[in-house]
């Protein structure tokens, strides 16, 4: 079983910045593709960036620029540094881990959710 556990949200001015953390822990194999999303309230939930283990990068378009999506690979760490925070980059922030672990005597590749960090920026 793997855990993902988020920190680092909180409530920030516009302007300010925010970094998040998501480490990974339990029976890893290894770690694949590792990303954050974002769920705006009302909204459905959205990509942010992610990060493959090599450690090419993919931003969405709103937030390229301003955040930046990195990886410590000992510790099984993502992280996501926020700048120049916006109103609408207001929602609850979840990492997600495409995990290799043993389940059944067979590698496989399993999908892990953190379990979601709120993220409010207002004056």
């Known amino acids: 079983q793997v855990h993902m556990v988020e920190s680092g949200g909180g409530l920030v001015q516009p302007g300010g910045s925010l970094r998040l953390s998501c480490a990974a822990s339990?029976?890893?194999?290894?770690?694949?593709?590792m990303g954050w999303y974002r769920q705006p309230p009302g909204k459905e939930r959205e990509l942010v960036a992610t990060?493959?283990?090599?450690?090419?990068?993919n931003y969405a378009d709103s937030v390229k620029g301003r955040f930046t999506i990195s990886r410590d690979n000992a510790e099984n760490t993502v992280y996501l540094q926020m700048n120049s925070l916006k109103p609408e980059d207001t929602a609850v922030y979840y990492c997600?881990?495409?995990?290799?672990?043993?389940?059944?005597?067979?590698?496989?590749?399993?999908?892990?959710w953190g379990q979601g960090t709120p993220v409010t920026v207002s004056s």
């Open positions: 339990g029976s890893i194999f290894s770690i694949n593709r």
């Open positions: 990060i493959t283990s090599g450690g090419s990068t």
């Open positions: 997600n881990a495409e995990i290799t672990e043993v389940r059944f005597r067979a590698l496989g590749i399993y999908s892990y």
